[in-house]
């Protein structure tokens, strides 16, 4: 038999790599997937018994996604040996900002932007003249 694994036992290590999978949704929108780890999103996490507790926050106080970042978080912390139940706490009062992401995150979205940027020089040659151009 082997021996039972206590939530306990738990490392940030291993909350950090499930909760890899869980990406902001605004980031898979944009075409440049960063996890809420990678973001800094989570503000706090305990573990007692079988359950474990998580705090995340969102990155404006407009984000209509955190509840949906919440059940996609509790759905891979449920995967963890020894995590019989998740308890998520949605930090309102944490004001996250730029500087909480990891630098490779940072400098993935940067290297997005400069992509973006390029792409709509080359669309607007593309959609032809302005007004302005075409009423002259």
Not at 76 to 91: A, F, S, W
Request: hydrophobic fraction near 40%; charged fraction near 20%.
């Amino acid at each position: 038999q082997s021996p039972v694994t206590l939530v306990a036992d738990l490392t940030w290590t291993d909350v950090e790599r499930v909760l890899g999978r869980v990406h902001d949704p605004c980031s898979l929108a944009a075409g440049s997937p960063v996890s809420i780890t990678d973001l800094g999103l989570v503000t706090g996490w305990s573990a007692d018994g079988g359950t474990l507790r998580l705090s995340i926050a969102a990155t404006g106080p407009g984000c209509t996604f955190l509840g949906k970042i919440a059940d996609a978080a509790r759905a891979e912390l449920l995967t963890l040996p020894g995590v019989r139940e998740v308890q998520i706490d949605l930090d309102t009062e944490f004001v996250w900002d730029p500087g909480r992401m990891n630098p490779a995150a940072r400098a993935a979205l940067a290297r997005r932007r400069i992509v973006l940027a390029g792409e709509t020089i080359p669309y607007a040659r593309r959609t032809g003249p302005t007004v302005s151009e075409s009423s002259s």
